[in-house]
């Protein structure tokens, strides 16, 4: 069924900015292209956000997982609280972590001994995973899923990661500097 809705949407755009080159009118053709186009765009980013809503709520049944979920739309289970301090902007998290496509490739892992480290509202890292730090304390371990705009987005990271990839992260939360 995903694969019918990506099929009606790339239809749908094709048609949509087809109809938009052969608009003949009186209106200047740049503002009647831009705003057919912008409303084109609008709904293919619905059905698109829409697609990968289904996708995470089917993966989430699949595990079985029970997970809150944010208003952003980010994803998170504590399976193994911890007792220490919680996160805070401005201070330094250090985390081992997995991180897999929702396919359940692993794309990127902390390195044995080398733990990823990085100051929480600095922006060095995709804002699902700050947001999903500031959940926890110190000694957390958890599941977290990032929709693709809280991840790498369009673009992804030109690596490992595709553009609008929803990601899984499994984060074991370290230390608070």
Request: overall charge negative; aromatic content about 8%; hydrophobic content about 40%.
């Amino acid at each position: 069924m995903n694969k019918t809705k990506l099929i009606i949407l790339f239809a749908f755009v094709f048609f949509a900015v087809s109809a938009l080159s052969c608009k003949q009118g009186n209106a200047p053709k740049e503002a009647v292209d831009s705003e057919k186009l912008k409303e084109s765009l609008i709904k293919a980013n619905i059905i698109i956000s829409q697609v990968e809503e289904e996708q995470i709520n089917d993966f989430i049944e699949r595990y079985g997982w029970e997970m809150q979920t944010t208003g952003s739309g980010l994803r998170y289970m504590i399976y193994e609280p911890g007792i220490g301090g919680k996160a805070e902007k401005g201070r330094v998290a250090t985390i081992n972590y997995t991180l897999r496509s929702i396919s359940g490739d692993i794309i990127y892992t902390s390195d044995i001994g080398v733990p990823l480290e990085f100051e929480i509202g600095n922006g060095n890292v995709e804002n699902g995973l700050e947001e999903a730090i500031l959940l926890m304390q110190v000694g957390d371990k958890a599941k977290i899923i990032l929709p693709s705009h809280l991840g790498f987005g369009l673009a992804g990271d030109d690596h490992k990661i595709q553009p609008k990839a929803t990601l899984i992260y499994d984060i074991e939360f370290l230390a608070i500097n």
